[in-house]
């Protein structure tokens, strides 16, 4: 089967810019997540959604952090204006789980490496 | 407030040694263990532990749960170079899923 597909793999912008990062996740997988993961780090989860609703965004910074995923397969994250902080890998993954996220593995893509400088 | 910790941090073995990582957690509603493998790209799965005691393996990988003692260990023996990655834990209840900071494990000739 076809992985979870992200674009682009890397993004490098400056301070006060936007930038916007696509996924495709897996054929049928109900569940997408991005998640930011900062060197040396574990994966922060930003937002998930369950088809195309929003199920959990408690740590998206929403000022500066938007999400979307309208037709309850692909989705884009955006950030605008970015900030030096923002500079992290921003993982895509998405599961079979429909509303029990214990025990669907996730599925991650190969993120965006973003550098803000 | 839910927490995986995962120790050590970092680890560097030369290629043939055996190698065992931590994976604590305090989480309300535990349903779930997973360790995947993250390398330059995506992390990718290895385990899903649900049940307490019972080991799961693949290769020569080997995980293990103890709920009593809220920890899981991963087990790699004759280590080799191809296994130098980043080794991420998360933990699954219902609602919600909570990664380890990771453990980063350098194999040497």
């Known amino acids: 089967e076809a992985g979870v597909a992200q674009s682009p793999r890397y993004k490098i912008i400056e301070k006060r810019q936007s930038v916007a990062f696509w996924c495709n996740p897996i054929?049928?997988?109900?569940?997408l997540y991005w998640y930011q993961q900062i060197l040396g780090q574990g994966p922060k989860l930003l937002i998930q959604?369950?088809?195309?609703?929003?199920?959990?965004d408690s740590q998206l910074p929403k000022d500066r952090f938007s999400a979307e995923r309208l037709k309850g397969v692909d989705s884009t994250l955006k950030i605008q204006p970015a900030k030096l902080e923002d500079s992290a890998v921003y993982l895509c993954?998405?599961?079979?789980?429909?509303?029990?996220?214990?025990?669907?593995?996730?599925?991650f893509g190969n993120g965006t490496r973003l550098t803000v400088t | 407030e839910d927490k995986v910790v995962q120790s050590p941090l970092s680890l560097v073995v030369h290629e043939g040694d055996t190698v065992t990582l931590n994976c604590s957690y305090e989480?309300?509603?535990?349903?779930?263990l997973l360790w995947y493998k993250q390398e330059k790209k995506a992390p990718t799965f290895l385990f899903m532990l649900?049940?307490?005691?019972i080991e799961k393996k693949s290769g020569r990988l080997s995980s293990i749960l103890d709920k009593k003692e809220l920890f899981s260990i991963l087990n790699i023996t004759a280590t080799q170079t191809g296994d130098s990655a980043v080794y991420l834990c998360?933990?699954?209840?219902?609602?919600?899923?909570?990664f380890g900071t990771g453990t980063r494990l350098q194999v040497t000739l």
């Open positions: 993954a998405s599961s079979l789980a429909l509303g029990s996220s214990y025990n669907s593995p996730l599925h």
């Open positions: 054929s049928g997988h109900a569940t």
């Open positions: 959604f369950q088809n195309n609703g929003v199920v959990d």
């Open positions: 989480v309300t509603n535990f349903r779930s």
């Open positions: 649900t049940s307490s005691g």
């Open positions: 998360y933990t699954g209840t219902a609602s919600k899923l909570t």
